[in-house]
């Protein structure tokens, strides 16, 4: 079976560290693994506007950030199908009937459905394209007959909902949709990297995330301000690594080659750990570190979002030819669909036939 991966974001503002330890830095190396036969990364944008009905210019203006922070990480268009998800029609066709194989109740237990309905206090007036989108996530993947979905932990519902689905559809109407596993970061500080304050949820409006394309002085301020261990108060008093933002992040980002290049004196992560637990090891130090380790991961990551900046046009290009080509691929997989649903009418010589037949 060919292996085949889908993911992709909803356009609604500038990729961040967290997006890029959960799962973009994932997808580079999936990429150029060579493993897979097609990789498809999708920006959501009718995702995006399911709760942002009212915002349509601020999914417009995002679609090309994303694209510009996918190929500042390395996504390269000759490997990975960078596509928009509105221009896809046929997602629509396939969400229409996968939604007679959901109930509402089962809408309704969905633990990042429940979630998001809280946060964007949806609770009297949910809109029903809003309630709807893990079937639309469905299609997404089923679409593509992706095997493999690399996304944070936060998606695992709907990647149950959408194996739901696939089981189904295949037993109402026969072996017809494949399967998709969902691939979850391997360490449990990229699974969840917290905002610079310590708070679980990174969002524009609070300030604490580091933006892929952050500037250097930025990016020193924002890991100095980190949030660590409000217990310790002075350098000798032992420290503790629960909570802890700035240890959070190293476990992330921090790899042996930083300890040789600018803190010597440790060899490893947990040596450093381990005199923090101590106590002797003074908080400034230890983001000093984490900041040369962030500034060392992002600068090839600015500097070549830089350069394509510089032609945008190039960009929504290669969007326009990844979306050309997977509504081709998608429409295989509707063609697919609606044969076994038997819905394909006019191509059904044998419908024709026995009902002529019954009228002789
Ligand atoms: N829900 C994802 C997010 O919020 C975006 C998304 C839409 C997606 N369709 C998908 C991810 C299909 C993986 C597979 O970022």
């Known amino acids: 079976m060919a292996k085949i991966i889908l993911t992709g974001d909803r356009p609604t503002g500038r990729l961040h560290v967290g997006h890029y330890v959960g799962s973009l830095r994932r997808r580079v190396e999936l990429q150029n693994s060579g493993e897979y036969d097609k990789i498809y990364i999708m920006i959501a944008d009718a995702q995006a506007l399911t709760d942002n009905a009212d915002n349509p210019e601020k999914v417009r203006q995002n679609i090309v950030e994303v694209a510009l922070d996918y190929l500042a990480c390395g996504l390269d268009p000759e490997k990975s199908n960078l596509f928009i998800q509105s221009q896809i029609p046929e997602l629509c066709e396939l969400s229409f009937y996968y939604m007679n194989l959901v109930t509402v109740s089962r809408l309704q237990r969905n633990p990042t459905v429940k979630t998001e309905i809280k946060m964007r206090n949806f609770e009297t007036s949910i809109p029903v ?82 933006y892929l394309s952050e500037e250097p002085e930025e990016i020193r301020k924002k890991v100095m301000s980190m949030f660590t261990d409000p217990n310790h108060l002075k350098i000798d008093d032992p420290g503790s690594l629960e909570g802890n933002t700035v240890f959070t992040y ?27 637990q101590r106590g002797g090891l003074g908080d400034v130090k230890v983001k000093k570190f984490l900041n040369h380790v962030l500034q060392e ?64």
């Not at 600018?262 to 992560?269: G, I, K, S, T, V």
């Not at 609606?338 to 009902?355: G, P, T």
Request: one cysteine or more; glycine letters at 4%; aromatic letters at 10%.
């Open 129 to 210: 394209g809003f309630f709807t989108y893990p079937i639309s996530q469905a299609a997404d993947i089923t679409a593509f007959h992706a095997t493999t979905v690399p996304v944070g932990e936060d998606q695992m519902p709907m990647i149950e909902q959408t194996k739901e689905i696939v089981h189904k559809f295949n037993t109402v109407y026969g072996e017809t949709l494949t399967d998709p596993d969902i691939l979850l970061p391997d360490n449990a500080a990229c699974m969840r990297l917290p905002g610079t304050d310590g708070k679980a949820k990174m969002s524009k409006s609070l300030g604490n995330c580091i």
């Open 250 to 276: 190293l476990d992330a980002f921090c790899k042996e080659e930083h300890f040789e290049r600018y803190l010597p004196e440790y060899p490893n992560l947990d040596e450093l750990k381990a005199h923090y």
């Open 297 to 360: 991961e992002l600068e090839p990551i600015r500097s070549r979002r830089k350069e394509y900046q510089k032609d945008v046009g190039y960009v929504y290009d290669v969007l326009k030819k990844g979306s050309e080509a997977a509504q081709a691929a998608a429409a295989q997989t509707l063609d697919q669909v609606r044969r076994a649903m038997k819905i394909n009418y006019f191509e059904d010589n044998a419908l024709i036939e026995e009902q002529s037949k019954k009228y002789q």
